[in-house]
């Protein structure tokens, strides 16, 4: 930092041999510096800088480590504490405090409008959640469980027509990517999904730059309900409520695979092919999906 003072200096007139003395400055060292002023250092923690900023400008409710990850991306691999130092001395912190709600987060505002919400002749806001074919309406969510190594995360895309789970994605960290591998394999056991309504929370998983992506990609249209009210996303609360019962407070878990093949076993084996639903005529959404597909093939 003194290296330049000590240029501005020299262009004053003053020799260099009084400046350097002055400000305690080694003659070798200014001269190096005059023969490159910008270090390796300093473009590196430049490009870092950028980086973290580019992802900041693009989700300014999201910390550090959300940032980190994001540069990562860009090419910018640096240390969680790297990261923080940058975004420490730059203020780049969360737009949103750190009041904690029911998953450790604020949840931001919507980036989506709400699709499923309809008005009343009253006045009053309710949602409906159905469809007439499939790959209508989705609906996802997050749930999360406890195991002796520590917590697992589920997300799980469930499809209002038939009730069935079209695609989940389970992992040991509650990231974007746990929304986004979701949605992929959904998209991957389905094929055409162009135009399907995807329904869920405000959670910042759901609100991320990749997940927003990902619906455009495949030409899905987004959806999202208000702050702290399960009754607009009832539907994907009944699934996992069915799931804790069922599954998650049967027994204490000690891994978190055991947790893992538990949950796989139960939604494809006893929840898609075994578990009759009333509103689907007391048939299974497995059941359900082959007839409705059986009937339309004869019809065509």
Same mark, same amino acid.
């Given at each position: 930092m003194r290296c330049p003072l000590d240029r501005e200096l020299a262009d004053d007139r003053i020799p260099v041999t009084v400046t350097c003395r002055?400000?305690?400055i080694a003659r070798q060292q200014y001269y190096r510096w005059l023969q490159a002023p910008v270090t390796a250092?300093?473009?590196?923690?430049?490009?870092?800088?950028?980086?973290?900023?580019?992802?900041?400008?693009?989700?300014p409710e999201f910390g550090y480590r959300y940032l980190h990850e994001e540069a990562a991306e860009a090419g910018?691999?640096?240390?969680?504490?790297?990261?923080?130092?940058?975004?420490?001395?730059?203020?780049w912190w969360p737009a949103f405090g750190k009041k904690r709600a029911k998953?450790?987060?604020?949840?931001?505002?919507?980036?989506?409008?709400?699709?499923?919400?309809? %008005?009343?002749?009253?006045?009053?806001?309710?949602?409906?959640f159905t469809a007439d074919a499939p790959n209508q309406l989705w609906l996802t969510d997050i749930?999360?469980?406890?195991?002796?190594?520590?917590?697992?995360?589920?997300?799980?895309?469930?499809?209002?027509?038939?009730?069935?789970?079209?695609?989940?994605?389970?992992?040991?960290?509650?990231?974007?990517?746990?929304?986004?591998?979701?949605?992929?394999?959904?998209v991957a056991m389905r094929g055409d999904v162009a135009g399907c309504v995807v329904h869920s929370d405000r959670g910042s998983q759901f609100r991320s730059r990749k997940f927003?992506?990902?619906?455009?990609?495949?030409?899905? %249209?987004?959806?999202?309900?208000? %702050?702290?009210?399960s009754k607009d996303n009832a539907a994907m609360e009944s699934?996992?409520?069915?799931?804790?019962?069922?599954?998650?407070?049967?027994?204490?878990?000690n891994t978190r695979e055991q947790l893992r093949i538990a949950i796989v076993t139960w939604i494809e084996r006893t929840y898609h092919r075994r578990r009759r639903q009333a509103r689907l005529g007391?048939?299974?959404?497995?059941?359900?999906?082959?007839?409705?597909?059986?009937t339309v093939a004869l019809a065509a």
């Open positions: 002055v400000l305690k250092a300093n473009l590196t923690a430049a490009h870092r800088a950028n980086a973290l900023f580019d992802a900041h400008r693009d989700d910018q691999v640096m240390t969680g504490r790297a990261a923080w130092s940058i975004c420490s001395q730059q203020g998953n450790g987060k604020s949840p931001g505002p919507p980036v989506h409008e709400d699709l499923c919400a309809v %008005v009343d002749e009253h006045g009053r806001t309710r949602h409906v749930t999360e469980h406890g195991t002796a190594e520590g917590k697992l995360y589920l997300c799980a895309i469930r499809d209002v027509f038939s009730g069935r789970i079209v695609g989940y994605s389970i992992d040991s960290r509650m990231k974007f990517r746990l929304a986004v591998q979701a949605l992929e394999d959904a927003r992506r990902a619906l455009g990609r495949h030409r899905m %249209v987004g959806s999202m309900g208000r %702050v702290g009210s699934f996992f409520a069915l799931l804790q019962k069922n599954v998650l407070d049967r027994r204490s878990w007391c048939l299974t959404p497995i059941g359900f999906e082959t007839i409705v597909n059986t």
